[in-house]
């Protein structure tokens, strides 16, 4: 009854078989071997709403199987619309893959996916459309793990955490034993390397980079050298005491003296030195690495670009012009056991029990107490300035006045940030004025002097656009780290705040009119606000 053409159309002879209806036609057809092709009914029903004298009627058509890949705007995801067969040709693998390939995918296919797709040509009605997922791309794995510096050898700091052991179980805290030291081509640091991370793609095999983890450049201080074989190993270049530093070390020749009082002289020194007794009155030690001190410092001065460590405690008094007597100033940290009517001046203050009536300034930490949890006491004197301050007990029963400043140097970046303004304006202003001379020099009529005249108006032009770009960045850093100081600015109290402690936290000032139990005061909405602990 039908016929199969050469271009896949199915024909039905109509005068030959006069088909009584529409209906008919399709149901001869599903009984038919053409019953999965595409039914044309427009014609079929056009056929018996006209009267036309064709002898043959295109009642189906073949159609092979098509896959249509569409990438992700991202080109992430590589999917695939499979329109099924209808009496033609199924989709084979090889001929979906060059699908693949001609929509561009080069990475993530899986041959899984695709075959599960074509399955789906025995298990679907003819002409139905199938969608499934035929390659993904992969987002890159940024590094997790930072690069992590480990030392080969034991510092002074180390050594001075290991008080000698007595026979009677008791611990000598003047003896910390045998000075730890290097000879020259020890192995002091040993850099282990950020994990690099793994790569992503698209599926058009377009590479995402990963992030590495956080890398630390091994730093070489005074008396070492990065290895000539191994850039991650620090190594020393001299004999002498390995010292800490960030990113790094240092090896310190050092100086070593029981007392320095009016016997000895004071002591300055390039390197570390270390005080096995105590400092008397008067006395000065200034040095170019660290100071150690295994007793007391009274009204004395020291001064280090390293560190000072003070194994019991600075004891000063004032004298008649309000100063006081006992200074202690340091480039890296000052750590101490207790401290009373001194000027300390660190990067970090550390007091392991108690300061009274001095007179501190830290970059950035004045915790008084242990570590884990400090409890130690401050009262008395002022805090100049420190970007977080952590004590047990502020202030005293008697209410004295105590003055604590926090985020002090935001009045130094807010000058430099007034400055920067004031400069960016006198740039801009020169700017104007070369952009008028420019047009006037436009204005000269004669070719080399105009040349030669916007040749020179260009390079000076040049000088003050970079000059503009510089200060526009020296802004933003230093607005960037005002937001951070302030921030980051806190008092924390660990068991008792008393009255009579004025806190200023940059502009903003708190004064404390009664005992408050544990809390935290920080700037919040431009107001210093006092929060409790809840546990």
């Given at each position: 009854?039908?016929?199969?053409?050469?271009?896949?159309?199915?024909?039905?002879?109509?005068?030959?078989?006069?088909?009584?209806?529409?209906?008919?036609?399709?149901?001869?057809?599903?009984?038919?071997?053409?019953?999965?092709?595409?039914?044309?009914?427009?014609?079929?029903?056009?056929?018996?709403?006209?009267d036309s004298?064709?002898?043959?009627?295109?009642?189906?058509?073949?159609?092979?199987?098509?896959?249509?890949?569409?990438?992700?705007?991202?080109?992430?995801?590589?999917?695939?619309?499979?329109?099924?067969?209808?009496?033609?040709?199924?989709?084979?693998?090889?001929?979906?893959?060059?699908?693949?390939?001609?929509?561009?995918?080069?990475?993530?296919?899986?041959q899984?996916f695709?075959?599960?797709?074509?399955?789906?040509?025995?298990?679907?009605?003819?002409?139905?459309?199938a969608?499934?997922?035929?390659?993904?791309?992969?987002l890159?794995?940024?590094?997790?793990?930072?690069?992590?510096?480990?030392?080969?050898?034991?510092?002074?700091?180390?050594?001075?955490?290991?008080?000698?052991?007595?026979?009677?179980?008791?611990?000598?805290?003047?003896?910390?034993?045998?000075?730890?030291?290097?000879?020259?081509?020890?192995?002091?640091?040993?850099?282990?390397?950020?994990?690099?991370?793994?790569?992503?793609?698209?599926?058009?095999?377009?590479?995402?980079?990963?992030?590495?983890?956080?890398?630390n450049?091994?730093?070489?201080?005074?008396?070492?050298?990065?290895?000539?074989?191994?850039?991650?190993?620090?190594?020393?270049?001299?004999?002498?005491?390995?010292?800490?530093?960030?990113?790094?070390?240092?090896?310190?020749?050092?100086?070593?003296?029981?007392?320095?009082?009016?016997?000895?002289?004071?002591?300055?020194?390039?390197?570390?030195?270390?005080?096995?007794?105590?400092?008397?009155?008067?006395?000065?030690?200034?040095?170019?690495?660290d100071?150690?001190?295994?007793?007391?410092?009274?009204?004395?001065?020291?001064?280090?670009a390293?560190?000072?460590?003070?194994?019991?405690?600075?004891?000063?008094?004032?004298?008649?012009?309000?100063?006081?007597?006992?200074?202690?100033i340091?480039?890296?940290?000052?750590?101490?056991?207790?401290?009373?009517?001194?000027?300390?001046?660190?990067?970090?203050?550390?007091?392991?029990?108690?300061?009274?009536?001095?007179?501190?300034?830290?970059?950035?930490?004045?915790?008084?107490?242990?570590?884990?949890?400090?409890?130690?006491?401050?009262f008395?004197?002022?805090?100049?300035?420190?970007?977080?301050?952590?004590?047990?007990?502020?202030?005293?029963?008697?209410?004295?006045?105590?003055?604590?400043?926090?985020?002090?140097?935001?009045?130094?970046?807010?000058?430099?940030?007034?400055?920067?303004?004031?400069?960016?304006?006198?740039?801009?202003?020169?700017?104007?004025t070369?952009?008028?001379?420019?047009?006037?020099?436009?204005?000269?009529?004669?070719?080399?002097?105009?040349?030669?005249?916007?040749?020179?108006?260009?390079?000076?032009?040049?000088?003050?656009c970079?000059?503009?770009?510089?200060?526009?960045?020296k802004?933003?850093?230093?607005?960037?780290?005002?937001?951070?100081?302030?921030?980051?600015?806190?008092?924390?109290?660990?068991?008792?705040?008393?009255?009579?402690?004025?806190i200023?936290?940059?502009?903003?000032?708190?004064?404390?009119?009664?005992?408050?139990?544990?809390?935290?005061?920080?700037?919040?909405?431009?107001?210093?606000?006092?929060?409790?602990?809840?546990?």
């Open positions: 009854m039908f016929k199969l053409a050469h271009n896949g159309n199915v024909l039905l002879d109509v005068h030959e078989n006069s088909p009584p209806s529409a209906a008919f036609i399709i149901e001869a057809l599903e009984k038919s071997p053409f019953c999965e092709c595409r039914v044309d009914h427009e014609a079929i029903n056009k056929f018996f709403k006209s004298n064709e002898r043959m009627l295109v009642v189906a058509s073949k159609h092979d199987a098509s896959l249509v890949v569409t990438l992700s705007d991202d080109k992430m995801l590589a999917t695939g619309e499979l329109t099924l067969a209808e009496g033609g040709k199924v989709m084979t693998l090889d001929e979906a893959k060059k699908e693949l390939i001609r929509a561009g995918v080069a990475r993530g296919y899986k899984a695709l075959e599960q797709l074509l399955q789906q040509q025995f298990e679907l009605p003819a002409g139905e459309v969608k499934g997922v035929l390659a993904k791309g992969r890159p794995i940024d590094g997790r793990q930072p690069s992590k510096l480990v030392s080969q050898v034991e510092t002074l700091k180390d050594r001075l955490k290991k008080p000698k052991l007595r026979e009677d179980g008791t611990v000598d805290m003047r003896d910390f034993g045998k000075l730890a030291s290097v000879e020259p081509g020890v192995l002091l640091i040993k850099q282990i390397p950020a994990t690099p991370g793994k790569e992503g793609f698209t599926v058009t095999g377009d590479v995402l980079p990963a992030k590495p983890g956080e890398s450049t091994l730093v070489a201080g005074e008396g070492t050298e990065i290895s000539k074989n191994n850039p991650l190993e620090l190594i020393s270049a001299i004999a002498g005491v390995p010292v800490d530093i960030a990113n790094g070390m240092r090896v310190d020749d050092i100086f070593t003296i029981a007392d320095v009082n009016v016997k000895t002289g004071h002591v300055d020194f390039e390197g570390s030195v270390i005080v096995t007794h105590n400092v008397e009155p008067g006395m000065r030690i200034n040095a170019k690495g100071i150690t001190v295994m007793g007391t410092v009274e009204s004395g001065h020291l001064s280090a390293g560190d000072i460590t003070i194994k019991q405690g600075v004891i000063g008094h004032q004298l008649e012009d309000k100063k006081l007597s006992c200074n202690i340091s480039q890296g940290d000052i750590h101490l056991s207790h401290g009373q009517y001194s000027y300390l001046e660190a990067n970090n203050i550390l007091i392991d029990r108690q300061a009274s009536h001095c007179v501190m300034k830290a970059t950035k930490l004045l915790q008084v107490g242990q570590e884990d949890n400090p409890q130690g006491k401050l008395g004197g002022e805090i100049l300035d420190a970007q977080i301050v952590i004590a047990g007990e502020i202030g005293n029963e008697s209410g004295a006045k105590m003055v604590i400043n926090l985020a002090a140097s935001g009045a130094d970046v807010t000058a430099q940030t007034d400055q920067c303004f004031k400069d960016l304006a006198q740039t801009d202003s020169q700017l104007d070369l952009q008028a001379a420019i047009e006037k020099a436009d204005l000269v009529k004669d070719a080399e002097k105009k040349k030669t005249l916007l040749a020179k108006i260009g390079a000076t032009q040049m000088h003050y970079e000059q503009a770009e510089m200060l526009e960045k802004l933003s850093s230093l607005e960037h780290h005002l937001h951070d100081l302030l921030e980051d600015a806190q008092l924390v109290v660990n068991k008792t705040l008393h009255s009579g402690v004025e200023h936290i940059f502009e903003k000032v708190l004064r404390t009119n009664r005992k408050y139990p544990p809390c935290k005061v920080k700037l919040e909405e431009n107001k210093v606000e006092v929060e409790f602990k809840t546990s």
